[in-house]
């Protein structure tokens, strides 16, 4: 047991190295090198399984299971990385365009710079796409695709737009693109397995991490649940500010101001942990003084590490529902799970004893919230990639 606890923070740490040199090689050499030769390595999903099997020997030595919202939490990561393998080794996910009035049955799937071609069971004819406006405006509202699908000898009329996907036979449509011609560019996918374990792991996440919060929520004082209520009403206030607004057309879902309040309000809870450390950093020498502000900095990192968890697997199923792909290893939200794993660490103070010096504690507290301005600021201002609006 005391092997383990010295080999996971430096396995932690190489994973973290690995993603954020991931997301640096993107920005080098493009998303499809970096898919090719880091995220879909044999090597980098060895690691991921490496962190796997630590994590179920730990959690039979420790008889985790005695404790029903932690046994949760680490068995919804297992299912999640699960999902992901299966994903992996069994989805299929390409693009094909539609020329009004011409039946298509194939997609094409590119792999590197190898581009091959899938057959589909069925054929769809584009009738005509349209540009949706808002009223007295030409700002997009939403592009719509209006489409025949053909299976056998049965045709039925179908539309596709953005946030409003076609499911048939385990194939997902989704309204990806459009070129000058009118000719309709939608996103396919096919994973029929991946889906269904992924989605089970961030039900069972959520179950652990309000069922985390309550039971954290006997130790905390008043004080702190107030303030974290007052930010779960800014967190409502921007979700409904959001929704009132004219957004473009591939952020018009219920999702995307949900995945934004709940992460806002955790890079929050964050900063006051920020705040904390610096305030205790002033006067370092008084030992009840720094015990004191550790106690408010960990009152604040439970509900904070379980708002960013939240809200980043929130975000996976909105790119699920609106993509067809519910995680791209796009640089934000590769810095997003780098976030998160650094302030999962210090949740893990009894087998991570260097967390329970107050002064360590405080000093790390400063340090991690580099994440934060790495994943807020520096991916759009530096690394780019498809969250760069944000």
Request: with cysteine; glycine share 6%; net charge positive.
């Amino acid at each position: 047991m005391k092997s383990l606890r010295h080999i996971t923070p430096v396995l932690i740490i190489i994973l973290i190295a690995v993603l954020a040199a991931g997301t640096v090689v993107e920005k080098l050499h493009g998303s499809e090198y970096a898919l090719t030769h880091v995220y879909g390595t044999w090597w980098f999903v060895a690691l991921w399984a490496l962190v796997a099997v630590i994590m179920v020997v730990m959690a039979a030595k420790g008889r985790m299971w005695k404790r029903m919202a932690v046994c949760a939490l680490h068995s919804s990561i297992l299912l999640i990385l699960l999902g992901a393998l299966l994903t992996m080794l069994t989805g299929k996910h390409g693009r094909m365009k539609l020329e009004p009035n011409r039946p298509m049955s194939h997609f094409f799937i590119q792999n590197g710079e190898e581009i091959t071609q899938e057959a589909l069971p069925f054929s769809l004819t584009l009738d005509r796409f349209e540009i949706e406006t808002y009223p007295n405006s030409k700002r997009p509202k939403d592009y719509v695709s209006h489409l025949q699908l053909t299976d056998g000898e049965t045709t039925k009329e179908v539309v596709i737009s953005m946030n409003n996907i076609l499911k048939h036979k385990h194939y997902r449509f989704y309204q990806s693109d459009y070129d000058e011609q009118g000719n309709s560019i939608l996103d396919v996918a096919r994973d029929p397995w991946g889906i269904g374990v992924t989605y089970a792991g961030y039900a069972l996440l959520f179950f652990a991490l309000a069922a985390l919060l309550v039971e954290r929520r006997k130790n905390m004082p008043a004080v702190t649940w107030s303030w974290l209520s007052v930010l779960v009403i800014l967190a409502v206030a921007l979700h409904i500010r959001m929704l009132t607004k004219q957004l473009m057309p591939v952020l018009r879902s219920p999702f995307f101001s949900i995945h934004i309040s709940t992460i806002v309000t955790a890079y929050i809870l964050l900063f006051g942990i920020l705040v904390v450390g610096i305030i205790a950093l002033i006067k370092p020498k008084d030992r009840p003084r720094l015990e004191r502000l550790k106690t408010l900095s960990t009152e604040m990192l439970y509900p904070a590490v379980a708002l960013l968890a939240a809200g980043i697997f929130i975000g996976a199923i909105w790119a699920n529902v609106s993509w067809g792909n519910y995680w791209s290893w796009d640089p934000k939200e590769v810095w997003a799970l780098i976030t998160l794993l650094i302030y999962a660490a210090p949740l893990h103070e009894k087998g991570w004893k260097t967390f329970q010096k107050p002064l360590f504690f405080h000093i790390y507290g400063i340090l991690a919230f580099l994440s934060v301005v790495i994943t807020y600021f520096g991916v759009n201002l530096i690394l780019g990639g498809v969250h760069a609006y944000n």
